[in-house]
């Protein structure tokens, strides 16, 4: 059997819980369900608007909040279950791209030095030429040069040039697994598809999957295999990317879908979420049951 | 305030040069007037000190070295005249004034500065613990510096004073720093709290930094002039606490300082025989050196927090 390099089950994170009695709960993502294969490397997008839970999966995945229940398996593994060293190897193989590159940087510090604590922290080498190698090496992938980034300061470079270290950063380390926190959506539209292509390249010719998160389809459509949609912190609808955005069942879907604008023709339509769909925000409910509604696509049907 | 005469200046130097409108140079917030002013006349005041003990009859600061109640240069006080030999004048034992004031603004500043260093160290250490561990360790550490916060430094001080009458330099620093750690910690945690969920930190911990690295070499470097301006605004608290002991003369008596000064002028109804200069020189010093002190403070503030900025 095909081990799955990550699997989330029911994975529910309820904020404003425990101590904090008189605050509201909201519940940023409930019953989130999905596996990664450990063979086959994918591009699985997470789209939805915003609010809708698609950056909370994102840090409960990398580990910097814990899930209220439901579990992360990494390798067969309880990613809570992690000791130190697990958590090492776990934090080096599950990378993250994130959305803002300007603030991703630590102003008091060079460029380099997001490479710098990376290999002292992971121990990849304690040769020094070796080390100018993999910088070297991960930059020429996205198109960089060391000598025309590495000694400058973050604020110096442009956002595309940042956006590509950041992942220049994130293949050095060799990962399985890359979430990709709306990484493009900061970036002008000519940089875009650059930075779409070095992940194509990436997931084809180095085995790495993708968590793209996003809220823009049209990207999406592009790049990814799978898509999950999320919808006040539920998945509505998931599945093969293709058949779902051409074939929307679930009635957000529809609506999120058909408000894409288009560039042959002027936008008459408008959103309207309907009372019924509005009120549901934010409560935790019974696990959603999906329907089948054409091979690998599926949808909550309301 | 109103924009500072730099950059007025340079934007209509740089009109007149091109008949254009030009962007006026980057600002430097190092630069501002504040820093600039508080830093040299602090420094001018703490190398005539060194300078002058290097120059300075420094026994002139024992009893009975020079004249009794000389006043000061071109000064004339009960048929006596200021002469060059003692320009600030003597006091009532025959100690002279200039040399008192010499060894002791080092005396008192250094006492500051060693006991506000401790105190920042400490802050440093429980603030950023607070802020960035959270949980147990941040309800213990809160609880320590609320407490302590409150109670008055000077009240406490009087009571140890009395029983240990001649505190060394370090011992009094040391009991000084008892009272100056808990702003900075407080300050520092809440700093770090909301710097804690920058993405920087995000990404540090995606790299598997441990807490430790993050903290220090993360965080502290970009609140470099914040920790330098708690340093001068902890120094400034400390110098104030030291000289209201002192000059409630419980000091140590061995070492002369501004405070044991203030103390004998005190005791000697330095006011009502009219020996101004005897009270009035260590007290002018004084205020200099806090209103420098405060400048400095204020000025770093600015470096580091924009919104205090003129323009």
Known sequence: ?302 | MKKTDFVENTGVEVLAEDGCKKRPPKDNPWKNSRLIIGTIILGILIIIAFVGQLFWDKTLVNVGSSPLNLPPVGNEYRDQIGNWAHPLGTDNSGRDILALVLVGLPHSLGIGFVSATIGLTIGIIFGFSAGYLGGRVDDVIRLLSDTTMNIPALLILIIIQSLIPNAGFFAMALLLAVFAWQSPTRVLRAQVLSMKHADYVKLAQLSGSPDQEIMFKEMMPNLMPFLISQLTAGTSYSVLILVGVEVLGLGSQKIPSLGITLNNAINASAILRGMWWWWGIPTIILIVVFMCLLLITVGLDEVSNPRLRDH
């Open chain 1, 1 to 302: 059997m095909d081990q799955s390099l990550l699997e989330v089950n029911d994975l529910t994170k309820i904020f404003g819980e425990a101590s904090q009695k008189q605050k509201k709960q909201v519940v940023a993502l409930q019953h989130f369900n999905a596996v990664i294969s450990g063979t086959t490397p994918k591009i699985i997008t997470i789209a939805g608007e915003s609010g809708s839970g698609k950056s909370t999966l994102a840090n409960l995945i990398l580990g910097f909040i814990k899930p209220s229940f439901g579990t992360i398996m990494y390798k067969g593994q309880d990613v809570s279950s992690f000791d130190k060293g697990e958590m090492l190897t776990y934090r080096r193989e599950v990378q993250a791209v994130f959305q803002d590159p300007y603030s991703i940087y630590n102003p008091y510090y060079c460029v380099e030095h997001i490479f710098d604590i990376a290999m002292h922290n992971f121990k990849l080498t304690d040769d020094k030429q070796k080390k100018r190698d993999l910088i070297e090496d991960a930059l020429n992938l996205v198109g960089l040069k060391g000598e025309n980034v590495l000694r400058n300061y973050p604020h110096q470079l442009s956002g595309g040039q940042l956006q590509r270290v950041m992942i220049a950063r994130a293949y050095m380390l060799k990962p399985n697994l890359i979430i990709a926190d709306e990484p493009v959506s900061m970036i002008d539209v000519s940089l875009r598809a650059m930075i779409l292509e070095i992940m194509m390249k990436l997931k084809d010719e180095y085995g790495i999957s993708f968590i793209y998160i996003t809220h823009d389809f049209s990207t999406a459509y592009q790049i990814s295999d799978e898509i999950y949609l999320l919808y006040h912190g539920m998945t509505v609808e998931k599945g093969n990317t293709v058949k779902v955005i051409n074939n929307p069942h679930h009635l957000y879907t529809k609506d999120l879908i058909a408000s894409i604008p288009t560039i042959d023709e002027k936008w008459e339509g408008h959103i309207e979420v309907t009372e019924d769909l509005e009120s549901d925000r934010g409560q935790l409910k019974p696990t959603p049951t999906f329907m089948e509604v054409e091979p690998k696509h599926w949808a909550v049907l309301s």
